[in-house]
């Protein structure tokens, strides 16, 4: 007996000692699986906020005409079997169920990745007269049904016994890129269903329930490579390595110090992904130091290394004397002075004329100049005839310099005479003829003495004043005549001094021909005189119209040919809008893949039209990678769809699109980086699966090993007591 217990003790714990190993085994393994969950919640960076329950349960109809039951709309807060009804007798679309007031918390300036919406749903009756299939379901933000529609099934029918049903995903913002973590925690959010009812049949909802995915902020990486490079004397380049892809910016600090950096301040900062900056505004030979860090709304990172770089030596402004000449000699006591400045780097401050007239040599006049190259124009009155010298300084801040050398300069005043007028180009030549009806005038006027006061068209004996470009004794004078008459018009120019003294130029004549029968004298050279005559205008055809010229003389040239070729037709597009974007989803492509762009074309024209479409993919460089010509007929407002080749290197790229039709031309412009494909995520993620595979057999297989095994020892101990109990009946 007392041998019995002990075996029987024995078994005891021989049979549970595999059932432990298999609880330990199976601990072992959902360990491994929360483990494994939390890191590869590191690697993604996706929190999990829910399932949560709605709060507020309404009826809103803003979609359908069917209603919610008021009596059973709280049944749709939880599971529980207490349904939310909506039909009619003859069926329709119900109402959208609104669920809000979730009570989600999801922590400030979080990234919300996205939203998973379960509805638990029957139909009371599942017949193809009387069934129920989903019709729509979208977000509520701020109380408003918003977003991208979400039901894709509308033709399963849905079963008499109830079951969650899930819309959206982790990575899915239902359409709302711009979707916050206030938006979420909002006592506004939540989601509307509808449902469509065929026949007489109730929906049913029992139960509906949010998942928030979102990713909190970390500080970002460190800026690294920070590099300076002086261009100048006040300015020197920053560039840097970005390690980040959640900054908000960097912060660019700046010091002085002839051997090592004083106290940094900050002088700038610049926005995400930006990796350089130019600091300028700096002092000549001066030694900079420099560092930058990034921040975003978790903090700031730690510092990147420290660089410096000393500015260039300011140059000095280079001065040229352009007039007078070298010694001139001026009939005129009044004389214009020109002199120009030019600098290698920095801006120059100032230009200035020096001379010896009037008490010696001193400042004449002053005038403001700035950039890398300047110039200035002084008049001056010499009373006194004699010999002069004059120069011109400029200035670069309070660096200042001369011409290599004065100029001289004698005044010697003569007796006033009448100006000189001379015809120059455009204008015809004396005799000409031409069918054009304008005809532009362009004269310049000269005097020794006296500054030219106004110039005076006489036209047909018809005086008309003209306008004078530039002051002192060399002018220009021009005017263009318009709408002439055919025939032959004659035309002179007279032109006044400040002495009252005229000039005149001599007289011409021009021939204003008949456009569509044309008889012009033959150019130089030529003896045959070509004469034009011209049929009417074709019948509009794809907006251009043609008619046919011949040459009564057949001499073989074309040079007075008028045109055969129009414009024509109301169906010019005159104007449109254009508008384009890649969606979110095809921000990042990995390369040689497609990048996916949307062209919305907005327009009045409701007839066929044709229009020429441009794609450009350029490179950060501005360099063209992908040039691709698409040529379309449209009809009003259309939508095109393009899918274009991605670059095969990885980096940022830009899509330009150019639209043009009739002369009307948009251009709009999009976005998008070609990143590597993260194998060595996906890679980890697979081993780690496989492991937890094997592990998890493996541990099964121990465990049914044991059981076995301890099945099979009582066997044992019971055969070895049979044995014994037929040697004692034996005896």
């Excluded at 360990?31 to 906020?49: D, E, P």
């Excluded at 193809?128 to 039901?151: F, T, W, Y």
């Excluded at 698409?630 to 899509?655: F, H, I, M, Q």
Aim: hydrophobic residues 30%; negative net charge.
């Amino acid at each position: 007996m007392l041998n019995f217990n002990k075996r029987g003790n024995l078994f005891k714990k021989a049979e549970s000692k595999p059932l432990l190993i298999l609880f330990f085994s199976i601990s072992f393994i959902l360990i491994v699986l929360a483990l494994s969950g939390k890191n590869n919640n590191l690697i993604t960076g996706n929190v999990v906020l829910g399932p949560n329950n709605p709060g507020t349960v309404v009826d809103d109809a803003s979609i359908g005409t069917a209603v919610w039951a008021n009596g059973s709309l709280n049944n749709a807060k939880i599971s529980d079997n207490s349904w939310a009804f909506c039909g009619t007798s003859s069926g329709g679309t119900c109402h959208y169920l609104k669920t809000t007031n979730f009570g989600f918390n999801v922590p400030g300036n979080s990234i919300v990745n996205g939203v998973v919406v379960e509805v638990k749903k029957k139909a009371n009756l599942d017949t193809p007269a009387s069934h129920i299939v989903d019709n729509s379901i979208k977000l509520v933000r701020n109380n408003n049904v918003v977003g991208s529609e979400r039901v894709t099934d509308t033709t399963t029918y849905w079963s008499i016994s109830g079951a969650y049903f899930s819309y959206g995903g982790s990575t899915d913002t239902w359409g709302l890129s711009d979707l916050t973590y206030s938006d979420v925690n909002s006592a506004n959010f939540g989601v509307a269903f509808s449902s469509q009812n065929s026949g007489n049949v109730l929906a049913n909802v029992d139960h509906i329930r949010i998942t928030v995915y979102y990713t909190e902020p970390t500080i970002p990486n460190a800026p690294s490579n920070l590099v300076a490079t002086s261009v100048s004397s006040s300015q020197i380049d920053l560039t840097w390595t970005d390690n980040s892809n959640n900054e908000d910016g960097f912060r660019i600090e700046r010091a002085t110090g002839a051997t090592s950096p004083d106290i940094f301040s900050q002088i700038a900062s610049v926005g995400a992904n930006v990796a350089q900056y130019p600091s300028s505004g700096l002092s000549s030979n001066t030694r900079y130091w420099y560092r930058v860090y990034s921040y975003n709304v978790a903090g700031n990172s730690i510092y990147s290394n420290t660089a410096d770089a000393t500015t260039q030596q300011q140059p000095i402004p280079v001065v040229t004397l352009n007039s007078p000449q070298n010694s001139y000699t001026s009939p005129s006591t009044s004389v214009n002075f020109s002199c120009s400045s030019t600098i290698s780097s920095g801006s120059l401050t100032s230009i200035a004329l020096y001379g010896n007239w009037e008490g010696g040599w001193s400042l004449k006049d002053t005038q403001t100049i700035s950039g890398v190259s300047g110039s200035g124009s002084f008049n001056e009155t010499i009373s006194l005839n004699g010999n002069y010298n004059w120069n011109c300084q400029s200035c670069a801040s309070s660096l200042c310099s001369f011409a290599a050398s004065n100029f001289t300069l004698t005044v010697q005043q003569q007796t006033p005479g009448a100006p000189t007028v001379t015809f120059v180009s455009p204008t015809p030549s004396n005799g000409a003829t031409q069918e054009n009806t304008s005809v532009y005038i362009n004269t310049t006027v000269t005097d020794l003495v006296s500054n030219i006061n106004n110039c005076t068209l006489t036209w047909n004996n018809v005086d008309t004043p003209m306008t004078l470009i530039g002051n002192g004794l060399s002018v220009n004078c021009f005017l263009e005549k318009t709408s002439l008459a055919t025939g032959t018009h004659t035309y002179t120019v007279k032109a006044t001094n400040s002495a009252g003294l005229t000039g005149n130029s001599e007289s011409r004549t021009i021939t204003i021909g008949d456009e569509d029968n044309t008889t012009l004298p033959p150019p130089d050279g030529q003896t045959c005189l070509e004469s034009w005559s011209c049929g009417n205008w074709e019948e509009c055809l794809d907006g251009m119209q043609t008619r046919t010229c011949t040459d009564s003389t057949n001499c073989g040239t074309f040079l007075y040919k008028p045109s055969t070729q129009s414009s024509c037709g109301d169906n010019l597009v005159s104007s449109f809008d254009l508008a384009m974007n890649i969606p979110d989803r095809n921000k990042f492509v990995i390369p040689d893949s497609d990048v996916y762009s949307i062209l919305e074309i907005t327009t009045s024209e409701e007839n066929d039209f044709n229009v020429n479409v441009n794609y450009i993919i350029e490179n950060s460089n501005g360099e063209a990678i992908i040039d691709v010509v698409d040529d379309l007929e449209l009809k009003g407002s259309t939508r095109v769809n393009k899918w274009l080749k991605a670059p095969e290197e990885e980096g940022s790229y830009t899509l330009k699109v150019y639209l043009r039709s009739s002369g009307a031309e948009k251009q709009v412009q999009d976005t998008f980086e070609v990143v590597p494909l993260n194998s060595s995520v996906n890679g980890m993620s697979n081993i780690l699966t496989a492991v937890l595979v094997l592990v998890f057999i493996a541990v099964i297989a121990a465990g049914m090993l044991g059981i076995r095994l301890s099945r099979k020892e009582p066997e044992k101990d019971k055969t070895k007591k049979e044995t014994s109990n037929l040697k004692t009946n034996k005896k």
